[in-house]
């Protein structure tokens, strides 16, 4: 039977309380910056494709390069303070080119920006060699993500799609659900793209709406998260569960349930937003059980 507390367990309470998610988040090795000016004698490298990077789970890159970098490789940032590049490589399979998703998988969070920066970059290299405008071959550009065009200097910048990703919660129970494309038992939070038009509040009501069949009440922004995976920026928000019941839209969604801090599924891996916002919440709840 679930411990209904004398003060119920809201979104807003948790922010009166535990203060704001994106003030516990770790700061990451990996950090973008200018373009280093002085002449370079050591860089990190990582080599990789849409596919996945080279490289081996024991020897994860990057990899220390004790040379300056070659004309193919595109300046990402900064690893560890030292600069760090990305040396696009063809379409090509090999035991040594592990999937980006294996590499989400075994990653902690201080690799995972550095990866989802080089796997949306690498799309952007590839998908931009030519002007979408003219056809022109584009050069790229020396101070930022970007290839120009010579013969009419149209640009194109790396493609950021803005989702919501969102845990609808209700006192001690929040709504989570499987996807037909997770594995077994896995649940997670409900997302969705941002359309034309649209606030992030707006859509993820629509959403949610649309998913599950709930209305919702109060909805409190906790934090964001770059996806690579469809070039997704992941907007993080805490949703009150207002009426309805569960319909399920079955393109979309196999299963959703109200979950509880004693009844866990298969969860998101902890570098990912998902998985962030179900933790916050469950220390919400282990907070107002004291």
């Known amino acids: 039977m679930a411990i209904v507390p004398l003060i119920p367990i809201t979104a807003a309470n948790c922010f009166a309380d535990l203060g704001m998610l994106a003030a516990t988040q770790t700061q990451d090795a990996f950090q973008r910056a200018p373009k280093p000016k002085d002449p370079i004698t050591e860089h990190w490298l990582i080599q990789a494709n849409a596919q996945?990077?080279?490289g081996t789970l024991s020897q994860a890159p990057p990899h220390l390069i004790l040379e300056p970098p070659t004309t193919s490789c595109l300046f990402i940032g900064y690893w560890q303070q030292k600069p760090v590049y990305l040396q696009p490589i063809e379409v090509m399979e090999t035991a040594e080119l592990i999937p980006w998703r294996t590499w989400f998988q075994h990653t902690d969070s201080q690799h995972f920006?550095?990866?989802?920066?080089c796997a949306?970059?690498?799309h952007w290299w590839h998908e931009h060699i030519f002007c979408g405008r003219c056809g022109q071959q584009t050069l790229i550009?020396?101070?930022e993500f970007a290839r120009i065009c010579p013969a009419c200097a149209h640009t194109s910048y790396p493609r950021i799609s803005p989702c919501i990703i969102t845990l609808v919660v209700d006192g001690e129970r929040f709504l989570l659900a499987h996807s037909p494309r997770f594995k077994t038992g896995f649940y997670s939070t409900l997302a969705g793209f941002i359309e034309a038009g649209e606030s992030a509040e707006q859509a993820l009501r629509r959403e949610v709406y649309e998913?599950?069949?709930?209305?919702?009440?109060?909805?409190?922004?906790?934090?964001?998260?770059s996806w690579p995976f469809s070039h997704s920026l992941m907007l993080g928000y805490l949703a009150e569960y207002q009426a309805g019941d569960i319909r399920l839209d079955e393109e979309e969604i196999t299963d959703a349930a109200w979950f509880s801090a004693d009844n866990l599924p298969l969860l998101p891996p902890q570098f990912a937003i998902s998985r962030q916002?179900?933790?916050?919440?469950l220390t919400c709840i282990a907070a107002h059980r004291q």
Request: net charge negative; hydrophobic share 40%.
């Open 113 to 117: 920006a550095l990866y989802s920066t």
């Open 120 to 122: 949306q970059v690498w």
């Open 141 to 143: 550009a020396d101070h």
């Open 211 to 225: 998913e599950v069949g709930l209305h919702l009440g109060r909805l409190h922004y906790l934090g964001s998260q």
């Open 277 to 281: 916002l179900i933790d916050y919440y």
């Open 52 to 54: 996945g990077a080279l």
